[in-house]
């Protein structure tokens, strides 16, 4: 009932008791400065347009969520990949389709590994939060299943460089917009910087909560849920 009211009445919550090791999160926040400091020609050789998929790195200002640039784009750097086949609690688990463009820096030993160890408790994790929302639709546990089993998934890491103040709308890290996606498991970290806008359009602060993560409905779960699960939009 909790969840239902959340996603019907908010489309954000947090997530605790999660299941995700603190450790493998703290891995993938010390992998991310390992892998945006890399030289960015080291970067553009993993660039999407690379990838047959848009798989791999999306450099500063190639993004434009935010309206108010001008057309300037979005103010961050993202490292994007999908799940291979994967085996999870001993059942194997089919990757995304696109799994074939992902591409992996070279000069970053042990990287590949450890991303794609995060992208297997996101899978996990992703599975329960499927059979919660059938429960908060008043539906059998296992009704999304079938319909999830190939599911499309990307793992993102970003990069936000910081911006000297005042705010400026024209100067965001991401612009403001809603995710096109079912879900997505948000980790943050310690500084504050997502909002996300309420039904009287204010923006409202979204802090990081040690020990969770934020999820927020897509556009295809609210598709799916008839508009009752919302999709907020949130910068």
Known sequence: RALRDACANVGFFY?????????????????????????????????????????????ML???????????????????FVPPDLEIDGERVPGDFCHVGNLWPDALPGFQERMIRYSIA??????????????ALDLPADYLDEMTNRAMTLIRILYYP???????????????????????????????????RNRRGQWID???????????????MARWTNGLFASTVHR
């Open 15 to 59: 997530l605790a008791n999660h299941g995700v090791p603190q450790d493998l999160i703290d891995t993938m926040f010390a992998e991310s400065p390992r892998f945006f400091g890399l030289p960015l020609p080291d970067k553009m050789q993993l660039h999407v347009k690379q990838s047959p998929n848009l798989c791999g790195y999306v450099g």
């Open 62 to 80: 190639d993004e434009n969520a935010n309206p108010l640039t001008g057309g300037k784009g979005d103010l961050h750097e993202a490292f994007d």
């Open 122 to 135: 996101m899978k996990r994790l992703s599975r329960q939060i499927f059979r919660a929302f059938a429960l």
């Open 162 to 196: 910081s911006q000297p103040g005042p705010m400026d709308e024209t100067k965001l890290g991401t612009g403001a917009h809603t995710d096109h996606e079912c879900f997505t498991i948000l980790c943050q970290d310690g500084i504050q910087a997502l909002q996300v």
């Open 206 to 220: 979204a802090p990081r909560i040690p020990g969770t993560f934020v999820v927020n409905i897509g556009d295809q």
